[in-house]
């Protein structure tokens, strides 16, 4: 890997963690801090690295910058008192517990004690994301904005509030103790589930998928998995609804990124292997006794990695999907069910349902009608279309409904 690609890769990488590592050691009201700091590091590695050529151990010659610009912050304004400032006037390496402690294990523990801090309930949840993909996973301001269709000085104040609200509330970095671990984990798990979500149909005008968002969050669920505080059924069942959904990332999308349907993916560009990932974590889920909507999902999504069209598989989905609106009502889950419905039990039951709906300002739910009335009554099909089409946000999503349009004529 070159320096031009080797520079921004690290960054994805790393600057969440040295983020992550520095919060904690300072402390969250010097969050900010620890993100100007890591940002510097990374801007000396572009100034130095061309010049004096690339350094052995690239990712070691960052945490080593890091920690010395982290040592002269503190030395320049005294953040600390008595021994710790004392240590680093000296000219010894700093030792012992006043180290800033970037191994590998210290790393996964502050940012998943970072993950709840920045999820919790006190923050908005699209600020809530906002910092997650900032400080856990090292994207841009420019990024973040682009993936709420925003701009940076939108997203620069959400962030800022965010952070300001984190320190009016005094916010501790740390996972929280087993009374109310579960309850704030749930909260956790929905910003990964958005998270993912905003990867799996990106409302960005650049594209409609982003596999970075995808994978990200998987990793930040994996980091959940690892410790045995957090190693819970429903983190397993969001896991392996991850995976799941990821596993047809790659037939989604045709190669000028127009979404490709689901009955009209090519099976064979499935991933096999995430597939059987999504397997293994959806097993490990079955202990315990409780049904999260996670479960349901993640079994729906299981069956989506099934090809076979058979009344057996739509009865099957019917079914979960009835109980995951039992659980937790959402339009989306009431749409995809009304599609389960028209394959389990036809268009003509499934078009009354639908119709029930009333969803008038969500385009997809004039997709649906115009797929359910597609071949029943063409007419009425176009005209739902048509209706998609007038309030379709993206021009991926405009570009789908013409081509569905076409068809009919």
Known sequence: MDQQTLIPHLFRTEFGKITAVLGKYLGIEHLETAEDIASETFLAAMETWPYKGLPENPTAWLYAVAKNKAYNY?????????????????????????????????????????????CNPVIPAESQIGLALRILCGFGIQEIAEAFLSNKETINKRLFRAKEKIREEKISIEIPGPAEIDERLENVLTTLYLL?????????????IRKDL????????LMLIENKNTDKPAVNA?????????SRLDARTDKNGEMILYDDQDATLWNIDLVGKGGYFLNRAASGDKLSKYHLEATIAYWSTQKADTPEKWEAVLQLYNRLLQIEYSHIAAL??????????????????????????NHFYYVLLGELYTDVDNEQAKSNLKKALSIAKTETDKQTIRKKIERLK
């Open 238 to 246: 969001l896991l392996a609804l991850m995976y799941f959904q990821a």
């Open 336 to 361: 995809n069910r009304t599609y389960a419905l028209s394959k389990a039990n036809g268009k003509a039951e499934a078009i009354i349902e639908a119709e029930k709906l009333k969803l008038t300002n």
């Open 74 to 118: 503190i030395k320049r304004h005294q953040l600390f008192s008595g021994k710790i400032t004392a240590q680093i006037n000296s000219e010894a390496p700093v030792t012992g517990e006043w180290d800033i402690d970037l191994s590998t294990e210290n790393i996964s523990d502050s940012q998943l004690q970072m993950m709840f801090a920045i």
């Open 196 to 208: 993912f979500s905003e990867g799996y149909y990106s409302v960005s005008q650049n594209q409609v």
């Open 214 to 221: 995808c994978f990200e969050a998987i990793r930040l669920c």
